[in-house]
């Protein structure tokens, strides 16, 4: 195959055109996206600093975020709750590639999150200490995002986010015992 | 644990809905051919490539359709051309070439033996202006202001001044 400097080469306009060798296409979508009800609920609580939660009335399983309806039984999720900032990391991985836009520093930890009493994880980022330290089983609690959330509001809430959830970090405690996280992995 | 009622509930219950992009700027090669091919629209000058039994393909190819040989003829074509075929567009989308109804068509370039997919600056089909788009229609390139080496660079193809209607004696020009 001929190399694009001498295709070019045979077109006396273009002889000494300096060569397109690459293109950038985006592929772009737009969508306007709605989270439903029920996680505009646990959106707008985050910015309190509270983890509302949604129970299944049929299996009773704890959904968080809750999505107004449970994957299992095909139920509307009823029940609402508090969980606390605590829980376990039943699964992570370290980011070693830095997305653009994000104001984090690689490589970093990132996991499911069982919180207290929760039957899903809730994914977020692991801080407070160094990225290959994090295990399965280790006791978390959520940090906060003082602008997001901030502990004394005034004024005008903030609109709602997840980025209230700064991360969580370790709580010093014992690892949790296997059996109180087993079945939701 | 027990349900417990929102002890603050919020000053709204409308749900949120706002825009989500998703968007990946993928950087691909274009190879010498496809390269030589937007290095021409760049500097306003038209490019195909000779296959097989003397064709000339534009957009050009690497290697011949029908014998899969390598190609490497470049040939120099006029900014001018025929419909082929088009399709109307009558609400254009955000970021496509024209803001005006337009249509989407296969533009065989003088000298050419296949059509190249653009957008069509003409009148819409059926009215009685002799530019709409139909067909048949000669067409020229309205080449892009600002020119980066993309298909982008040809803006979209206009209307030319039509022939005059062929008479029923001399069979007119392309017959």
């Keep these: 195959m001929k190399t694009i400097a001498e295709l070019l080469a045979a077109v006396p306009e273009l002889a000494d055109a300096e060569p397109v060798t690459r293109v950038v296409v985006p592929a772009r979508l737009e969508y306007s996206y709605s989270p439903g009800a029920a996680q505009t609920r646990f959106l707008r609580a985050l910015t309190r600093r509270r983890l509302v ?32 900032p605590t829980g376990t990391i039943t699964t992570f991985c370290i980011v070693n590639i830095a997305a653009r836009g994000l104001d984090v520093e690689v490589p970093y930890c990132y996991a499911y999150v069982l919180l207290d009493g929760a039957h899903v994880g809730l ?3 692991i801080g407070g200490l160094p990225h290959d330290r994090v295990h399965v089983g280790q006791r978390v609690r959520v940090v906060w995002n003082e602008q997001a959330a ?10 709602p986010s997840l980025a209230a959830i700064s991360h969580f970090t370790p709580t010093g405690e014992p690892d949790a015992d296997p059996e109180t996280y087993r079945r939701w992995m | 644990m027990t349900t417990v009622p929102d002890p603050e509930p919020p000053a709204t219950d409308e749900v949120l ?4 992009i998703v968007e990946f700027p993928f950087t691909r090669s274009t190879g010498p051919v496809i390269g030589a091919f937007l290095t021409g629209l760049r500097e306003r000058v038209v490019l195909g490539i000779r296959g097989s039994g ?31 075929a088009w ?22 370039f003088d000298g050419a033996d296949t059509a ?9 089909p059926g009215s009685a202006d002799p530019r709409a788009t139909r ?25 030319l001044p039509q022939p005059e209607p062929r008479s029923e004696q001399d069979g007119g020009p392309n017959a």
Excluded: K, M
């Design chain 1, 53 to 84: 939660a949604e129970r299944c009335p049929v299996c009773t399983r704890v959904y968080i975020p809750p999505r107004g309806v449970c994957p299992t039984c095909g139920q509307a999720t009823t029940d609402r709750l508090e969980l606390p």
């Design chain 1, 123 to 125: 994914h977020a980022r």
């Design chain 1, 150 to 159: 901030p502990e004394h509001p005034e004024g005008e809430p903030p609109a």
């Design chain 2, 17 to 20: 809905s706002g825009p989500l």
């Design chain 2, 54 to 84: 003397g064709r000339v393909l534009c957009p050009p190819a690497e290697y011949d359709p029908v014998t899969a040989a390598e190609l490497s003829e470049l040939v120099r074509l006029p900014d001018t051309g025929t419909v082929t």
């Design chain 2, 87 to 108: 399709a109307w567009n009558a609400h254009p989308r955000p970021q496509q070439p024209l803001d005006t109804p337009f249509a989407w068509a296969l533009v065989r």
């Design chain 2, 116 to 124: 190249l997919l653009h957008a069509l600056d003409a009148p819409p």
């Design chain 2, 135 to 159: 067909t048949g229609l000669r067409v020229r390139v309205r080449w892009a202001e600002q020119r980066s080496g993309a298909i982008t660079d040809i803006a979209c193809f206009e209307a």
